[in-house]
């Protein structure tokens, strides 16, 4: 059973507007959720972190949103630019259970000029 | 520091070969993880590897796969025999036992013919 689902393979946005990727999880034992990018052939590099105990968490273009009570998170992107275009992963981690993290399928996020 | 380093980028073998799959994590790191991205299933977590000390294996889909950490700075993943659906790209990480973040290799791509 999925623990982290992205339900949304794909989200297509014009260059300029907001983009929204989320994503659901259901397991509430976790200390943080973390986001990475992915280029076609590269590995995934780490984008932002929430921690269990926040609900909000900015850095320059990028928010992530958690709501515990509906077991969700979403993150947002303003402005979305071409660059931003790439496969998108959420994921828990647990570090109280040694480190233990669980992906999701990824989103892949075309930002249109 | 270069980074996870991941041996080889590419390897193309013939169904029923062994594969071996090499991950030289970050120095110092004491996490370990390795992970498999294929279309259909996202980025999905093999296993993970504390202080060399296997901790989880209960993504490694099956007895075909193994994985070893003889030491601190190396680790092996290994399918034998191949199979054609074991194409994917691998993905090795390391991670500090208290930081979030991991740092991901450049991955595997490998397919089976």
């Known amino acids: 059973d999925q623990q982290v689902k992205q339900n949304s393979p794909s989200l297509s946005v014009q260059e300029g507007r907001i983009s929204i990727l989320n994503c659901d999880y259901t397991?509430?034992?976790?200390?943080?959720f973390l986001w990475y990018k992915k280029y076609p052939a590269e590995g995934p590099t780490f984008l932002i972190s929430?921690?269990?105990?926040?609900d909000k968490n900015e850095d320059g273009r990028f928010t992530v949103f958690l709501n515990k009570s509906a077991k969700h998170l979403s993150l947002h992107i303003v402005p979305s630019q071409p660059g931003d275009s790439a496969v998108y992963f959420c994921?828990?981690?647990?570090?109280?259970?040694?480190?233990?993290?669980?992906f999701g399928a990824g989103t892949r996020l075309t930002v249109k000029p | 520091d270069a980074g996870v380093i991941q041996s080889p980028r590419h390897e193309v073998t013939e169904m029923g070969q062994e594969v071996t799959l090499r991950c030289k994590p970050i120095?110092?790191?004491?996490?370990l993880f390795w992970y498999r991205q294929t279309m259909m299933r996202g980025l999905e977590l093999l296993i993970y590897?504390?202080?060399?000390?296997?901790?989880?294996d209960s993504g490694m889909p099956e007895d075909r796969f193994s994985a070893k950490m003889p030491n601190a700075s190396f680790s092996t993943l290994k399918i034998q025999p191949s199979e054609p659906r074991d194409s994917a790209v691998y993905f090795c990480a390391s991670s500090l036992r208290d930081d979030t973040e991991a740092f991901f290799g450049q991955g595997t791509r490998l397919t089976v013919v």
């Open positions: 994921a828990d981690y647990r570090f109280y259970n040694n480190n233990d993290m669980r």
């Open positions: 397991n509430s034992m976790f200390d943080y």
């Open positions: 120095s110092g790191h004491n996490s």
């Open positions: 590897f504390n202080n060399n000390v296997p901790i989880d």
């Open positions: 929430i921690s269990s105990i926040k």
